[in-house]
């Protein structure tokens, strides 16, 4: 109670646990980012990661609403972000180095890929 998820991440996407000090009874000893769209959360390994799903999800919440669909191709049973489509129309200006999907879940998009969908007999 207070204490906003928007505060909490700095320019950096590092998440400053000062304010969550007193509710975690502690501050953790290795370095977490969150992106400031999708609230992922990340350890110091992904670091890069939060700046090129923010940047992204941006481009692809842009083009839904410009569009009135998500920027992937038909039938694409991945749900991948299409990046050409994003370039296209200069939503984005440079190809992001990892696949990105749309989820189900209200047009965030994730870095995990999903799991194959089960077919049955």
Known sequence: K?????ILVKDD?????????????????QHFYMSKET???FEEHEKELPPIIDKVQKA????VK???KYPMLPFDPMRRVNYYLLMQDHYLN???SIDLYI???????SHHKPKSKQTSD
């Open 2 to 6: 207070g204490v906003y998820r928007t």
């Open 13 to 29: 996407f590092s998440i400053d646990f000062e304010p969550l000090a007193p509710i975690l009874k502690g501050i953790p000893s």
């Open 39 to 41: 609230y992922d959360i």
């Open 60 to 63: 692809v919440d842009q083009y």
């Open 66 to 68: 410009d569009h009135k």
């Open 94 to 96: 440079e190809m992001p």
């Open 103 to 109: 989820t189900d879940y209200d047009g965030l998009i």
